[in-house]
Nanobody, 119 residues
Framework: QVQLVESGGGLVQAGGSLRLSCAAS????????MGWYRQAPGKRREFVAH???????NYADFVEGRFTISGDNAKKTVYLEMNSLKPENTGVYYC?????????????WGQGTLVTVSS
């Protein structure tokens, strides 16, 4: 089994910052990439940011340089530093990981952490 556990969500005023963390554990042979997705109230889950095992990154357009994704391979942890937050950034943030196990590839998801940005 593989588990992803997110932390760091909360309530913040517009213009503020939050740092999300996601730690992977379990029967992991390799991690090919990790990322963050967001689901706003009443909307579909959407891509936010991704980092590969080689530390290549890409971001959704709405990030506009305000978010930074980083990873610690040794800790099997990915971070999302969010600055200059806006009310429209509110939502449940989910961690995703492309995991290699001994029996094959696996897409793992965390349970989500709520980010609320007040105006």
């Amino acid at each position: 089994q593989v588990q992803l556990v997110e932390s760091g969500g909360g309530l913040v005023q517009a213009g503020g910052s939050l740092r999300l963390s996601c730690a992977a554990s379990g029967s992991i042979f390799s991690i090919n990439g990790m990322g963050w997705y967001r689901q706003a109230p009443g909307k579909r889950r959407e891509f936010v940011a991704h980092i590969t095992s080689g530390r290549g990154t890409n971001y959704a357009d709405f990030v506009e340089g305000r978010f930074t994704i980083s990873g610690d391979n040794a800790k099997k942890t990915v971070y999302l530093e969010m600055n200059s937050l806006k009310p429209e950034n509110t939502g449940v943030y989910y961690c995703h990981a492309a995991i290699g196990t001994r029996i094959g590839a696996l897409d793992a998801w965390g349970q989500g952490t709520l980010v609320t940005v007040s105006s």
